[in-house]
């Protein structure tokens, strides 16, 4: 006792303190961690840039689009064939294809802040087919409803809105899948009845007054309208507000890409008296144009629901509107997009090589025994062999 008392004596003249070397170690395993936290991170981060930059090259995105094409013709041919060999199971596989559809597309559109394009009246009519397969396939008047809407605005908006057969491209396929395919699926529903799934056309001849295909859909159209302007001008008018990069239908068609007639009142606003209003209140013009734009839609659908050859005579005349389209994105939009897309993904990743021999192209010092290439297909004969 007496060499102890003795030792910490001696200790407390040096004026050791031993709380101290416990903070400093403390602080030292404390740095350690945060160096070896640091490194994880930086070789992360390392890892992750790789990842993208091998995400980004030009191979990979070939490949992706060469499997996405693939992916798209396969969803034609299985649609065609079932409509060909199984019309009765149309609605399974559209159920089966527009959901995962509809959620990418909502992934996508959430990242891009376009997701306010889902409230669109498209969707309205996506949603109330899936509702009348889901829970009401018995009731005649849902579906007439749903047929007026799906051979309607839906169909003519491949027309109105330049939908192309575009088979790489998930958003353009995509969007065609959201325009035609109700308007198939009614088209099975009503010339091929399932008696499981109610079978409303099976029993009896299917007729449908003016009142019927006009003015019942109007007014479901109006009620969407009315949700739709609440929930943009008013519900969430100050988010919109404070968020200029979150996109709408209103913001498309005025600010970001405007539309022909907007442009046009915008122009000539001073000539006719409601013009300047107009411009103040883009959304007034833009529910005028669409209303018109649903009437005049409906008016055909009492022809397509009583004859067949109507129907389908409509129905290739919206196949061939977006065969059309597509045949000319590849060949006056794709063929020059792609190619400079391509080169300026090589630029970013620092490749030194001569970007045709990348693109699979023949290098200009080297042509080929058979240069020039052979002319190439014009739109129609691309056309015809879609078709």
């Given at each position: 006792?007496?060499?102890?008392?003795?030792?910490?004596?001696?200790?407390?003249?040096?004026?050791?303190?031993f709380?101290?070397l416990?903070?400093?170690?403390?602080?030292?395993?404390?740095?350690?961690?945060?160096?070896?936290?640091?490194?994880?991170a930086d070789?992360l981060q390392?890892?992750?840039?790789?990842?993208e930059?091998?995400?980004?090259a030009p191979?990979?995105?070939?490949?992706?689009?060469?499997?996405s094409?693939?992916?798209g013709?396969?969803?034609?041919?299985?649609?065609?064939g079932?409509?060909?060999a199984?019309?009765?199971?149309?609605?399974r596989?559209?159920?089966?294809?527009?959901?995962?559809?509809?959620?990418l597309?909502?992934?996508?559109y959430?990242?891009a802040?376009?997701h306010?394009f889902?409230?669109d009246?498209?969707?309205f009519a996506?949603?109330?087919?899936?509702?009348?397969?889901?829970?009401?396939p018995?009731?005649?008047?849902?579906?007439?409803l749903?047929f007026?809407?799906?051979?309607?605005?839906l169909a003519?908006?491949?027309?109105?809105?330049?939908n192309?057969?575009?088979?790489?491209?998930?958003?353009?396929?995509?969007?065609c899948?959201?325009?035609?395919?109700p308007?198939?699926?009614?088209?099975?529903?009503?010339?091929?009845?399932e008696?499981?799934?109610?079978?409303?056309?099976?029993?009896?001849a299917?007729?449908?007054?003016?009142l019927?295909?006009?003015?019942?859909p109007?007014c479901?159209?109006?009620?969407?309208?009315?949700?739709?302007?609440?929930?943009?001008?008013?519900?969430?008018?100050?988010?919109l507000?404070g968020?200029?990069?979150l996109?709408?239908?209103?913001?498309?068609?005025?600010?970001?890409?405007?539309?022909?007639?907007?442009?046009a009142?915008?122009?000539h606003?001073?000539?006719?008296?409601?013009?300047?209003?107009?411009?103040?209140h883009?959304?007034?013009?833009?529910?005028?144009v669409?209303?018109?734009?649903?009437?005049l839609?409906?008016?055909?659908?009492?022809?397509?629901?009583?004859?067949?050859?109507?129907?389908?005579?409509m129905l290739v005349?919206?196949?061939?509107?977006?065969?059309w389209?597509g045949a000319?994105?590849?060949?006056?939009?794709f063929?020059?997009?792609y190619?400079k897309?391509?080169e300026?993904?090589m630029q970013?990743?620092?490749?030194k090589?001569?970007?045709?021999?990348?693109?699979?192209?023949?290098?200009?010092a080297?042509?080929?025994a058979?240069?020039?290439?052979?002319?190439?297909?014009t739109?129609?004969?691309?056309m015809?062999?879609?078709?």
């Amino acid at each position: 006792k007496k060499a102890e008392k003795a030792e910490e004596e001696d200790y407390d003249d040096i004026g050791f303190d031993f709380e101290g070397l416990d903070e400093a170690n403390k602080l030292f395993e404390s740095f350690v961690q945060r160096e070896v936290i640091d490194k994880a991170a930086d070789a992360l981060q390392k890892r992750k840039r790789r990842v993208e930059a091998t995400l980004k090259a030009p191979p990979f995105i070939r490949t992706v689009d060469k499997l996405s094409f693939c992916v798209g013709v396969l969803y034609l041919m299985i649609t065609e064939g079932l409509l060909l060999a199984a019309p009765s199971s149309m609605h399974r596989w559209y159920v089966w294809s527009i959901v995962p559809l509809l959620l990418l597309r909502f992934r996508s559109y959430h990242a891009a802040k376009f997701h306010y394009f889902m409230l669109d009246f498209c969707y309205f009519a996506q949603a109330m087919l899936l509702f009348y397969l889901a829970l009401y396939p018995q009731s005649r008047i849902l579906f007439q409803l749903v047929f007026c809407f799906s051979n309607g605005p839906l169909a003519w908006g491949i027309v109105a809105w330049n939908n192309s057969l575009v088979f790489h491209d998930l958003d353009k396929m995509t969007s065609c899948a959201i325009h035609i395919m109700p308007a198939i699926v009614t088209f099975c529903l009503r010339w091929y009845p399932e008696a499981g799934l109610g079978g409303v056309c099976a029993t009896e001849a299917c007729e449908i007054s003016l009142l019927e295909a006009v003015v019942h859909p109007i007014c479901f159209y109006v009620f969407w309208q009315v949700t739709y302007i609440a929930k943009t001008e008013f519900i969430d008018k100050a988010k919109l507000e404070g968020d200029q990069d979150l996109v709408t239908s209103l913001r498309w068609m005025t600010e970001r890409r405007p539309h022909p007639i907007y442009r046009a009142v915008e122009r000539h606003q001073y000539r006719f008296r409601f013009g300047p209003f107009l411009i103040r209140h883009p959304s007034s013009l833009l529910m005028g144009v669409q209303l018109v734009y649903t009437v005049l839609t409906m008016l055909p659908i009492k022809f397509m629901y009583e004859s067949y050859r109507a129907h389908a005579l409509m129905l290739v005349f919206f196949m061939l509107v977006a065969i059309w389209n597509g045949a000319n994105y590849y060949f006056d939009v794709f063929s020059k997009n792609y190619t400079k897309r391509v080169e300026q993904l090589m630029q970013a990743a620092g490749l030194k090589q001569a970007s045709s021999a990348a693109l699979g192209r023949w290098p200009q010092a080297a042509p080929p025994a058979y240069w020039p290439p052979p002319r190439r297909a014009t739109a129609v004969q691309f056309m015809f062999l879609s078709a």
